[in-house]
């Protein structure tokens, strides 16, 4: 079984709906983030999780909010969706002991119409 | 967002080639990172560098740690099919009060059997 799971996998929205992704990991690691990554560019980091009750935004928080609802579940919501959201979003996870290295998850492709 | 400049941005090369890539910012890290990433999937750490002027390598893989802090290459020996995909750099700052995290634009490899 994967390390780091998301859900969905895909998702096609209409411009306006509320969306939540969802990453759960089973590594036991107790930082999380949530990335970004459109055509051509590199990964962009939308808010990360050092612990439970620790919540940060990344280079591009605007437009999203997170939820870390236990050490291994941290969801990202989009609470009203617009086209140019669409993109490929990667949850990623690392221990605080070797921060450096980030263990991603499969990615959810999402479309905003 | 503040992303780290790769070149080439895509590269065909024949199997059994060398390939280079490098990675620069305007900025100072504590880490240079080089990730993988192949069709449909998560980056995958390839290598970690931690100290400026580092030269580290993994199999045919071999990194160094620029010595102003603000840069960093990879080489990939003896290309072969599978080193196909998207190769990513991304440096760490961390220091009180500071994190950032930043992935590069990518270097796309393909290599012609």
């Known amino acids: 079984d994967a390390d780091v799971t998301q859900t969905p996998r895909n998702r096609i929205t209409k411009t306006g709906k509320r969306i939540m992704l969802e990453c759960s990991q089973t590594?036991?690691?107790?930082?999380m983030y949530w990335y970004r990554q459109d055509p051509g560019l590199g990964l962009q980091l939308i808010y990360y999780?050092?612990?439970?009750?620790?919540?940060n935004k990344g280079e591009i928080s605007d437009g999203y909010s997170v939820s870390r609802q236990a050490q291994a579940k941290f969801s990202l919501s989009l609470e009203s969706a617009i086209p140019n959201q669409t993109a490929l979003y990667f949850c990623?996870?690392?221990?605080?002991?070797?921060?450096?290295?980030?263990?991603f998850g499969p990615g959810t492709r999402l479309l905003v119409l | 967002g503040q992303q780290l400049n790769q070149s080439p941005q895509s590269m065909f090369i024949q199997e059994g080639e060398d390939v280079s890539m490098n990675c620069t910012s305007s900025?100072?890290?504590?880490?240079w990172l080089w990730y993988k990433q192949d069709p449909g999937e998560g980056p995958v750490l390839l290598i970690a560098?931690?100290?400026?002027?580092e030269l580290t390598s993994n199999g045919r893989l071999t990194a160094q740690f620029g010595i102003t802090r603000k840069d960093s290459f990879l080489n990939i020996s003896a290309s072969i099919p599978s080193d196909v995909g998207i190769y990513f750099c991304?440096?760490?700052?961390?220091?009180?009060?500071?994190?950032?995290?930043?992935f590069g634009t990518g270097t796309r490899l393909k290599v012609l059997a």
């Open positions: 900025s100072i890290f504590n880490t």
């Open positions: 560098l931690y100290k400026a002027g």
């Open positions: 990623a996870t690392s221990d605080s002991d070797r921060g450096e290295t980030q263990y």
């Open positions: 991304a440096g760490q700052l961390r220091g009180s009060g500071t994190y950032k995290y930043i």
């Open positions: 999780s050092f612990d439970v009750k620790d919540i």
């Open positions: 590594k036991g690691h107790d930082r």
